[in-house]
């Protein structure tokens, strides 16, 4: 069975400080895929990031950055220089998708909230 | 490029009733799945449609169930309401089955049970 842990339920930093959410997933599977989305108020969830098991490369976008670490089951996702628009719910999930009987369902963690003070 | 779009956006029940929630997914995906999130939790699956089918199904009983239409439309039924069903109904679409594309949600159907 495939599980997602987010540890930090709620961080709460000043503009411009960074912020690092912490995901720590379990699979048996050695093929599978993460994934961070973004929730704001509104509800809907916003894709941010996909990464195979085979790509340990660390990823930038802009101020965002993910650290994928196979050996200790993390990717952990970091806002650098936070702002006010980055205020919202961040989750981390996991796919094991390559059986095509399995289908792609997705396995969430429980979700961090961060809060950016102006 | 229309993303994923979910009606109603919320609704208001009372126990025993039933509910019918749609979704239509983003130009050319043609699976679909769904999602439930109570309050302060992740969301949790649900079930997943392809070419008309529930081809993979999470951990909720029979009172919930669902239909694709040719278009790749789909509908998420829920009978006997408890106040438990109360929650954020996500759907989210993909491309092709069983393969790992990225999942695209809708803005949700927020469900209130009374």
């Known amino acids: 069975a495939q599980k997602v842990t987010q540890a930090q339920t709620e961080i709460s930093v000043v503009e411009k400080e960074d912020v690092t959410l912490d995901c720590v997933y379990e699979t048996r599977d050695t093929t599978y895929y993460l994934f961070w989305y973004k929730q704001p108020p509104s509800g809907e969830l916003v894709f941010l990031i996909r990464r195979n098991s085979f790509d340990e490369q660390n990823e930038i976008s802009g101020r965002y950055s993910w650290n994928f670490q196979k050996s200790t089951s993390s990717f952990n996702f970091t806002i650098t220089a936070s702002q006010v628009v980055d205020s919202a719910v961040y989750f981390c999930?996991?796919?094991?998708?390559?059986?095509?009987?399995?289908?792609?369902?997705?396995?969430f963690g429980g979700g961090t909230r961060v809060l950016v003070k102006p | 490029d229309a993303g994923v779009t979910q009606s109603p956006t919320h609704l208001i029940k009372t126990r025993g009733q039933q509910v019918t929630l749609r979704c239509s997914p983003k130009?050319?995906?043609?699976?679909v799945s769904w999602y439930q999130q109570a309050l302060g939790q992740g969301p949790q699956f649900i079930f997943q449609y392809y070419e008309e089918e529930e081809r993979q199904r999470g951990n909720f009983p029979d009172r919930f169930s669902g239909h694709q239409f040719p278009n790749y439309s789909s509908e998420l039924n829920v009978n006997a309401l408890l106040l438990g069903d109360s929650a954020l109904y996500l759907c989210?679409?993909?491309?092709?089955?069983?393969?790992?594309?990225?999942?695209?949600f809708g803005p949700g159907t927020r469900l209130l049970v009374l």
């Open positions: 999930a996991l796919s094991e998708a390559m059986i095509k009987a399995a289908g792609n369902k997705l396995t």
């Open positions: 989210a679409s993909s491309l092709e089955w069983g393969t790992p594309e990225t999942q695209y």
């Open positions: 130009s050319g995906h043609d699976t």
